[in-house]
């Protein structure tokens, strides 16, 4: 069994995407510094997988903590979430966001380097296209100048990866340009686990449901779409895992010196208004919301080209935004 270093693994995408290696014949050893998550998750991760996985905490910027894990296991290739991802608090702390986003990769692709460790799959965002003139966008949609400094580590992320793969040092790397991540693992037993006020609309829309929060804001229903309100691209984080599974796989069919970056949407926008509808429908709950200003340097409307990684990597959605929010739902009951 091949084993694949996941960073951020008790992480929201990461948790997910240790039961998808699992069920295809991987071994994840996950390194996690619980910045983000609990510990918890590895119980919940045993009672889906019927078995314990490896965790080291700590942080994975930390060169001789991954020298230990890979002195421990013979790591076959590394995907890499950690990361901080709150893009309004990267505004406000920018230092936090640049050391912890970028500190992380190089760390890794020195000890990948050194240990001659060739595959990389890496969390990269939409984000990075901004505001696109065409839509849907393709993988050849320019990137903009980043809203945000947590956008701006992902543009740099994918710079500095290009880079080394440039120079030679043999290794190959997918980046995944994720889009909206929604719904939970269909147990409920894991799923995404926001610290303090939510800065994601699925998250918001649950725990206004649950009554953790009194009222949910729509910002802004005057927009150019078909209700008004901001259209984005929900991809459920099962089908968002798998897309990794399938990177690995592809990665290993590559030759040295390879870079390659997919988008990972279902290729269909829907508004917010669209998402609490279908959130309310599907529950059969309501979902106290009011509609609310514009918020600044909100994307207006944004959904992948999905082409690219339907063809090459064999990867289609299987869950539907039905599925997303009755997943949702059911993880935060659980919650
Ligand atoms: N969720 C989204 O909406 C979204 C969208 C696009 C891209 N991404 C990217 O996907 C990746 C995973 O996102 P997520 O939603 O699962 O986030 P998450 O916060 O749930 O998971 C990230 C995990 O990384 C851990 N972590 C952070 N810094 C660390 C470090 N230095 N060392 C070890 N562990 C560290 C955290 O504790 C957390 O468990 C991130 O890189 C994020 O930027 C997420």
Redesign the pocket.
Known sequence: MKKILI??G?????SHTAVQLVQSGFEPII???????EEKVLDRLEEILGKRLTFYK????DRALLDQIASEHEIAGVIH?????AVGESTIQPLKYYQ?NIG?LLTILEFMKARQIKDLVF???CTVYGQPDVLPVTEQTPRQEAESPYGNTKKICEDIMVDLVKSKAGIRVISLR?F??VGAHPSGKIG??PIGTPA?LVPFVTQTAAGIREKLTVFGDDYDTVDGSCVRDYIHVMDLADAHVKALAYLGEQKDDFYDVFNVGTGNGNTVLEVINTFEKVNGVKVNFQIGERRPGDIVKIWANTSKINSVLDWHPSYSLEDSMRDSWNWQKNL
């Open positions: 960073t951020g008790a992480g929201y995408i990461g390194i996690d510094d619980l910045s983000n998550s700590g942080d994975c910027s979430f950690a990361a901080f991802k912890n992380s969390s990269s965002s994720y909206n991540p995404e686990l994601n």
